[in-house]
């Protein structure tokens, strides 16, 4: 392993150029973005568009059938697209974790939840089992979980889901991550429980200046908690920006007709919501060009012939389209 | 309006119906007073059994043409209360009539003879869609069961479903693998309106599609209604949408409704605080609003309905609690703005 040079500005993480391919198709395509110390970056997008996929590789946890054809993922400068297996696994759950969708799904039925933080402290830090036992109760004590010291010797089937969540984020963090990769970590859950959910990651961020990459397809859940949002379509980054930019002037058509999109409580009454007409292309149809041109009502001759680049403009904003000055006309088209 | 202490004191259709007008023949769905109870497991290892009360003394209408939403959280009881109104659990009381016809302990025969006016769609269009079957057959599946059409008939009539619903009547020949979650809701959609029914209970109909497919389905829904008239069940728990295309709203909490109103006014002056908090949790796709927003948060989570608790379900997670919650239930009472809440103090 190569020294880890010591850069105060470095990126914690940062995704170089990542490309996965199934089947030879490029499902993810030459996707770059970064996560700061401390910070919460969204990546949203619509099924299909290569997000989870892009967090799996971020975890190296990719299915045997994704190839991980380019690219690089460095974490602390340390590129773990090229880590052996068996030094992946020190990482993995010690400095970044996951937590995933399906919080009943994702927790071993049979295990008690106890038994299940002990094992993963024990796996990574030398702690006696009496130890770890503690520490796992005031690890289920920090993400709100009430009694915690009765819970520890429960099953996961005897809690709630929003309880098997809050399970799950412990799990994640009881070895104290710089980086907790989440995906869809609410959608499982009612409202009232996702806010709860995004209150307690908050919270961690701020106290322990944990990272977040957030996987989501809920603007809303992007407006409550992200710092910086990574819009992707069809395998392709289409748009960063900080989420307040993002939202009050976006600079790719898709993110303009995303945000029309989407219901709003204080919307017109039963009035029509705007739609994206047409479909996400399959990989058998993407073409040369922008592959969001076939919806794009700004699409031009030079759209379905030559992909745009990623252009970062000085305000820090990117976006890859060749028409993204006329973008935000969009927002409002009903 | 009196508290309704008396269940059958409220059954008039302007009491349980604020913003329609009183037709009680003309309802498309009354519900009165029902209650559906599932018996706790009864296992090797399980402790004695508990009564689940899934829904709990509950009085709905719906009017021709109108759209009324449910909403609540899991294990509220809101998909227990759509699958009584297509007959599908048994009440252990009250009474379920589509368009006047008695679905409580209707007999094979008679419950046939409803379904031909209560239509459903699911969640998840990939599970309601036989893959072995191509999607013209399976349009024109209840068609062919109620003797309905046959033949180039039948076609004709599966040929403008498709079109209804913006697909081209040349795929009925395709299998539902052939097409994306949002095409195959579309063809849910038109087999669900096959037999013209007079209404559609719509069980989370766009949760589990993107953000872009969900408005062209809740739009194409609307525009259904407006072309035939059908009424709409619409269960939800997702209050943006719900606030998209329903007219009445009722809030469901353990079994029982805590606040109905209308559309305007439930979102306008939600008086129920959890029907408060539901909105509060909401987020808003704004980042600077979002942020910028005083919230009501609820804090822990559903108590379990084989252990409802006396008084007021809702007393364990109310800001607004007081000693009265805890031993004494309210009722549903109208408030001057029209509005049904059960709370004593909002």
Redesign the interface.
Known sequence: MQPVPAMADAPLLAVQDLTLAIRGASVVDRVSFAVARGEVVAIVG??GCGKSLTALAVMRLLAPAVRLSGGRILFEGRDLAALPEAAMCGVRGRDLAMIFQEPTASLDPLMMVGSQLVEALRIHQAVSTAEARERARAMLAAVGI?DPARRLDQYPFEL????CQRVMIALALICGPRLLVADEPTTAL???????I??LLRSRVAGQGTAVLLIT????????I?DRVVVMYAGRVAEIAD??AL??APRHPYTA???A???????A?????????G??PTPAEFGPGCRYASRCPLAIARCTAEAPPLVTDADGHAAACWRSGEAATLRGAA | MTPASEPKAELAADAVNPTTPAQPAALVLAIRDLAVHFAGRRGLFAPPAAVVRAVDGVDLTIAPGETLGLVGESGCGKSTLSNAVLGIVRPVRGSVQVAGAEVVGADRAGLAAIRRTVALIFQDPALSLNPRMSIGAAIGEPLAVAGVARGAVLRERVAALLRAVGLRPEHAGRFPHEFSGGQRQRIVIARALALEPQLVVCDEPVSALDVSVRAQILNLLVDLQRERGVAYLFVSHDLAVVRHVTDRVAVMYLGRIVELASRDTLFAAPKHPYTRALLDAVPDPDPARQRGRTRMRLTGDLPSPADIPPGCAFASRCPLVADRCRTERPDLTTRPDGAQVACHFA
């Open positions: 619509e099924s009430p709630s889901g929003g309880m009612d409202v009232t429980i996702q806010a709860e995004l209150d397809h809920d603007m809303g859940v992007v407006a409550d992200a989420a307040a939202y009050a007709m995303l945000l999109s989407v219901p709003r409580l204080e919307a009454p039963k009035g029509r919501l705007a739609t994206i007409e479909q996400v």
